[in-house]
């Protein structure tokens, strides 16, 4: 299994200021068929998860431009150029690349200062 | 827009069968893989697998065994069986749209195991 390990898992951060998440894959991302299916979710108290960010970089429709992904290989980052409250929540990345079984990491835990 | 939503009883006995279903509004289930995804309280996101329309699953290893997905196209309707149940099969389940990256989902449901 391709293991997904994401730094901090806790991330308190001041309203306005940036915020960046890492995420390390065991094993390359990159599919034979050439892209890489990496995601970021977002999932607020309460709720169920919601994708922000597929194939690294590729900001789903609605998701703040605040929101971006970046990274290639096993190394893999979403950053949040100017944190608002709305942002708090849980943050996971996803392998789609190699499976069964697609797998999460840990999980991040955004809040604020 | 798409929308799921998962059904199913909020509580099963162990060593019992977990059955839930997703209905898709929005979307045609014949478009698309479809996904179940678990989250034990206070934990991660584990996937659980995911169906084709066309009948063709993919199941977690580490559930295999005990996994069972079928897809319902007359009624836009995907389901999944969970057998032989213990306490560690408490979580809130979710159905999604998708397979790599799955792009939407329910707002899921809990099943709690215990007698």
């Known amino acids: 299994d391709v293991v997904m390990t994401q730094s901090p898992l806790s991330l308190p951060v001041t309203l306005g200021q940036p915020a960046s998440i890492s995420c390390k894959s065991s094993q390359s991302l990159v599919h034979r068929d050439g892209y890489t299916y990496l995601n970021w979710f977002q999932q607020r108290p309460g709720q169920s998860p919601r994708r922000l960010i597929y194939?690294?970089?590729r900001r789903d429709s609605g998701v703040p431009d605040r929101f971006s992904g970046s990274g290639s290989g096993t190394d893999f980052t979403l950053k949040i150029s100017r944190v608002e409250a709305e942002d708090v929540g849980l943050y996971y990345c996803m392998q789609g690349t190699h499976w069964p079984p697609l797998t999460f990491g840990q999980g991040t835990r955004l809040e604020i200062k | 827009q798409v929308q799921l939503q998962e059904s199913g009883p909020g509580l099963v006995k162990p060593s019992e069968t977990l059955s839930l279903t997703c209905t898709v509004s929005g979307a045609s289930i014949s478009s698309d893989y479809w996904s179940w995804i678990r989250q034990p309280p206070g934990k991660g996101l584990e996937w659980i697998g995911y169906?084709?329309?066309?009948?063709?699953?993919s199941y977690n290893p580490s559930l295999k065994s005990r996994v069972a997905m079928s897809v319902d196209t007359s009624k836009n309707q995907f389901s999944l069986n969970l057998n032989s149940v213990t306490v560690a099969d408490t979580a809130v389940y979710y159905c999604?749209?998708?397979?790599?990256?799955?792009?939407?989902w329910g707002r899921g449901t809990l099943v709690t195991v215990s007698s």
């Open positions: 999604a749209k998708g397979r790599s990256s799955p792009n939407s």
């Open positions: 169906i084709h329309y066309t009948g063709s699953t």
């Open positions: 194939e690294v970089s």
